[in-house]
């Protein structure tokens, strides 16, 4: 077996269906390679949707369910190590790798490189939505595992993914800073493409993706080098900005200081405005995606940076 596909979902079948369908019209041969999909929630759904596709379908298809830790790590651990190939293939249930993503990723790994991190497409409406722009960012990753190549081997040497890692977020890249690490050469596979659509999503979904900044922390934590040398969070020292003239205002306004408190929330107010504005520039501008952005923009700030400290107590870093 040459390649082992691996699929993480949760409750996802229709979205899995047309991952599974796509990754089963591979250009490679179906005898050189096998689809596993590890299904994090254990769902009886999505185990009939799976039982249903590998009695049709040319390369074999597995299913296992995933019962003990949880989460995309996990999941994609009780994968590889269920995988007979030499290389494993990982993408996400809601991608479309095109026909040729197999045959690329196997031809860049194939000259004496450990990994090989594929491309991915985000297509985006003309004006999109601040969550489908933070989306396409997927396309300038350095190493996802939406679309990425390991020997076996070599994830056996690094351990696979650490499952602390409880959310999509950055287990990717403690993986790829382990293969470096640890010596291994991971090259770019260009040519190995997956198309990642980006779902619809509630309202205010930006709120509820501030708590993933706890993982930045045990990156930073396991990797301090490669942590300041290749990850740069985005407005960071801007969110501190916000939050101090924020605290200033509500202190200084407990203790009667009208005057502080009233030149502290002006710059809140600035602060806060400007960061609106950069979210609204080239964005869709339907009143509801509006509101959304106005009430989010104020709100994110002080639960990114909540999130962030949290996760310096939880895993005993020093880190902001």
């Known amino acids: 077996m040459r390649v082992s596909v691996v699929i993480p979902t949760y409750r996802r079948p229709d979205l899995l269906s047309r991952c599974l369908a796509a990754v089963a019209a591979q250009e490679l041969d179906p005898n050189d390679y096998e689809i596993i999909v590890a299904d994090d929630a254990s769902d009886e759904a999505t185990a009939r949707r799976v039982e249903e596709f590998a009695a049709t379908s040319a390369p074999a298809v597995r299913y296992v369910a995933v019962t003990a830790n949880h989460g995309p790590a996990a999941a994609r651990n009780?994968?590889?190590?269920?995988?007979?190939?030499?290389?494993i293939a990982f993408t996400d249930d809601?991608?479309?790798?095109?026909?040729?993503?197999?045959?690329?990723g196997l031809a860049a790994i194939k000259n004496r490189a450990d990994a090989a991190a594929g491309r991915v497409i985000v297509p985006l409406p003309p004006e999109p939505t601040d969550?489908?722009?933070?989306?396409?960012?997927?396309?300038?990753?350095?190493?996802?595992?939406?679309?990425?190549?390991?020997?076996?081997?070599?994830?056996?040497?690094?351990?696979?993914?650490?499952?602390?890692?409880?959310?999509?977020?950055?287990?990717?890249?403690?993986?790829?800073?382990?293969?470096?690490?640890?010596?291994?050469?991971?090259?770019?596979?260009?040519?190995?493409?997956?198309?990642?659509?980006?779902?619809?999503v509630p309202w205010g979904i930006s709120l509820r993706q501030q708590c993933k900044g706890r993982f930045d922390a045990l990156l930073y934590r396991k990797h301090r080098r490669l942590f300041r040398e290749r990850v740069r969070p985005v407005r960071v020292w801007d969110y501190y900005g916000i939050c101090a003239a924020l605290l200033i205002g509500v202190i200084?306004?407990?203790?009667?200081?009208?005057?502080?408190?009233?030149?502290?929330?002006?710059?809140?107010?600035?602060?806060?405005?400007?960061?609106?504005?950069?979210?609204?520039?080239?964005?869709e501008h339907s009143t509801r995606h509006v509101a959304e952005m106005l009430v989010t923009s104020a709100l994110?700030?002080?639960?990114?940076?909540?999130?962030?400290?949290?996760?310096?107590?939880?895993?005993?870093?020093?880190?902001?």
């Open 78 to 87: 009780r994968g590889w190590h269920a995988a007979r190939g030499d290389v």
């Open 131 to 200: 969550y489908q722009r933070n989306e396409s960012g997927l396309e300038r990753a350095e190493f996802v595992t939406a679309n990425c190549f390991v020997r076996t081997d070599a994830l056996k040497a690094v351990g696979g993914f650490d499952e602390r890692f409880t959310a999509a977020w950055r287990e990717d890249s403690d993986l790829h800073f382990n293969l470096l690490e640890q010596g291994f050469r991971v090259v770019r596979a260009a040519d190995a493409v997956v198309i990642h659509p980006v779902r619809p």
């Open 300 to 320: 994110i700030p002080p639960l990114s940076v909540f999130w962030r400290l949290a996760g310096a107590v939880r895993f005993r870093v020093p880190f902001a």
């Open 94 to 104: 809601d991608t479309v790798p095109n026909s040729a993503w197999l045959r690329a």
């Open 252 to 283: 200084a306004a407990a203790f009667g200081r009208s005057g502080m408190a009233f030149a502290a929330f002006l710059v809140w107010t600035v602060l806060t405005g400007r960061f609106f504005v950069r979210r609204l520039r080239g964005a």
